[in-house]
């Protein structure tokens, strides 16, 4: 614990600045962003106003956003402050009276002009003035500082209510704001500050005081709240384990769910539920998907995995009879299993190849046409890489190219979007498609995410990479280019998914051939010139690449400096990444970086000219040649086989003939023919490294 000074000198604990922002029901998915921004924000606030503070802690709930920040100082650090003024020769005339520059520069800073002085800079003589800050209360700093950092938390979406100017993410009911016990007086929405907080709306809707954080949190609870969301969702998780178990089974894994109906309830009440078991004829990702993203249900298998016909449920109220809880959970399942149901024997009805020919009147994008004419340019794409690089499944792929997206037309689909795929495989292997084009229609969507699963196949692979480079240069092709944050058609993930692709299965498929290609089959479409959009995508997927090795926590510079020395192929360009990286860590790796960035800054863009070595003057030259011949062959052949870890290490054997180098002759000879001779002989050292790296990139 610090302590401060008292202005009695008696010692104090450290004091605790703590505020909540009671709401009506914030959206489960704007929870996580907005504490994760409100615990930085106040770190920023409090870092600017030179205010020092201990650990910060936020805690929400559906109603409520709340902040503790422990050992805040009672005041601000004092500062020392040089600042600079006008030109000496402008601040006085030439009697030596100070001008109007001066006079103003003095009464800006509340000073006498007789307290400034000279001060000597890189420019010139200037005038200067010493000002010491002892700083204030930061109690009296906090009525501006909190409303501020309300305002400043962001949510994906925010209102405004009745005739107010602030915004949020639900109008605000109350605001609780303490430092050191005592209210922080402001205004916000219409309301006063003050240090009363609200329990469960249904189970304890009265106020109660607050005078700290940990008291917050022990009062919350007495009145049916469970404030902090770690120890919510353990609850959560603690009691869907057991009525899982009450129901002869055990919870099927769904962190994410856990997550979400952590963000929904405030008071967790765990209610587990059947439904019949004629609904297991379903399909399983079926069943699963109706209740996790339509009713928030948590799913429950036995111990060999099978599904069974329950649920689990969380309330966000503890009613008498929890039997009445589930009984009606029951009732709005069934009704959405039996529409599944209903579509599942519909569906099955119509051949899903039938379905292809409905694809014509759906429109997949105005400019792009519709959803058939994109069926076949990724179909043609994707019989392409197969017959490259798998020929034995040409056939696969041009049938599951064909099916992948005629589940679009199907009811299921139409009421439940996101089994797309799902049921076309459903559906395919039901009519005895091979079992490699039914996974290939699921798999031809996958990544869904960053980091998300991948096509386990080739087949689904192929149709996966010609979809999405046939939406990528599409969008790009018709002017549909993100920006910012918007992503409509996520063109992010689709670049991310290519390299993803490439990378997992190893293929060494040439970014801009695949890009050219596509955009071959979309010349029809394309209102932008093709060259103009082959250059924009090519390079919105490296800089893809460029963030995805950086998340990975490769060197930027190193990153920077492999791609820009090619990137087309992405496989051998994470190898050269990684190579890099490995000589990086090396201890001479400074001083090689340094003799090889000065390589080439010096010869700029290099000399065609071949080395003459009857113009060199120095042995140093002579050895350098010598060392670089040698080299040649040991180089390109280790590239040539992949090895770039030897090659940039027998790349590095250079360095002291380099050095020696450029101790020992001066490049910039006044003879043009030995400068040029010797600019030919610094590029032949830069063109054993010139495809792996740029070391002019290197910081």
Known sequence: MTTATAPDGAKRMSVELFLEIGTEEIPAGFLP???AALAGRIREELTAARVGFGAVRTFSTPRRLALAVADVALRQQRQELEIT????????DADGNPTKAALGFAKTNGVDV????????PKGEYLGVHKVDEGGDTASLLPELLPRLIQSIPFKKSMRWASLDQRFARPVHWVVALFDGTVVPFDFADLQSGNHSRGHRFLAPQEFAVTGADQYLQACEEHFVIADPARRRALIADQITEAAQQLGGRINADEALLDEVTCLVEYPVAVGGRFEEKYLELPRELLITTMREHQRYFTVSDAAGRLLNAFVTVSNNRARDLA??????????????????????????VKLESRLEALKKVVYQAKLGTSY?????????AVELARQLEPAASELTERAATLAKCDLETGMVYQFPELQGIMGREYARLEGEDPRVCRAIH?????????GELPDDSVGAFVSLADKLDTLCGCFGVGLIPSGTADPYALRRSALGILNILLD????LAVPALVERSLELLAAKLTRPQAEVRRDVIEFIRLRLVNMLTGQGRSADVVEAVLAAGFALPTEAVVRVAALAELKDRPDYEPLKVAFKRVVNIIKGGVAEAVRPELFEHDAERALLQQVEQARSQVDALVQAGDYVAALHAIAGLRPAVDAFFDGVMVMAEDAAVRTNRLALLTAVAQLFRDIADFSRLD
Do not use: C, I
């Not at 004419?373 to 794409?381: G, I």
């Not at 299965?505 to 060494?508: A, D, K, L």
């Open 324 to 349: 009445v809880v589930a009984h009606g959970n029951e009732r709005v399942l069934r009704a959405r299993l039996a529409d599944a149901m209903f579509f599942w024997h519909e569906d099955r009805k």
């Open 373 to 381: 004419e994109k069926v076949v340019r990724f179909r043609t794409l």
């Open 114 to 121: 007789g307290e400034l002085k000279r001060v000597q800079t």
């Open 33 to 35: 962003l907005a504490m």
């Open 85 to 92: 003024g006008p030109p000496a020769r402008v601040a006085f």
């Open 443 to 451: 798999e031809h969507y996958l990544p869904l995410s960053a980091g």
């Open 505 to 508: 299965r190893g293929w060494p």
